[in-house]
């Protein structure tokens, strides 16, 4: 059922993958779920892009559809590691975008 099957695909829509992983070293293990998905409902971006890590002394979330990533870890403060994409405001009435990820991203 689903979109690819409307359209004649046999496959599924969406695919999520539950894995448990062992640290070859000193054989600790740990659990990842992936998922991956061809269709998506409108929403504000055309396709989400999502990255989600969460270890035992803090947790990593990338959200590349909105050009945005932050930290956390034990001991440490919240952090928005990527810059805003575009730096709208002026400093000292300049325009002041051109340090912005956006545009560096293009040079």
């Given at each position: 059922?689903?979109?690819?099957?409307s359209?004649?695909?046999k496959?599924e829509?969406s695919?999520?993958?539950?894995?448990?992983w062992e640290?070859l070293?000193?054989?600790?293990l740990g659990?990842?779920?992936?998922?991956?998905s061809?269709?998506?409902?409108?929403g504000?971006?055309?396709?989400q892009?999502r990255?989600?890590?969460m270890?035992s002394n803090?947790?990593?979330?990338?959200?590349q559809?909105h050009r945005?990533?932050?930290?956390?870890?034990?001991g440490?403060?919240f952090?928005?590691?990527n810059?805003?994409?575009m730096?709208?405001?002026?400093t000292?009435?300049?325009f002041?975008?051109q340090?912005?990820?956006?545009?560096k991203?293009?040079?």
């Open positions: 059922t689903g979109v690819a099957h359209k004649g695909m496959t829509d695919i999520t993958l539950t894995v448990q640290n070293n000193d054989k600790t659990c990842a779920v992936y998922t991956s061809w269709v998506a409902p409108k504000d971006v055309h396709s892009q990255f989600f890590y270890g803090g947790e990593i979330n990338v959200d559809a945005g990533m932050t930290v956390a870890q034990d440490k403060p952090a928005s590691v810059p805003l994409f730096k709208y405001t002026p000292n009435g300049m002041s975008g340090a912005s990820y956006g545009v991203r293009f040079e």
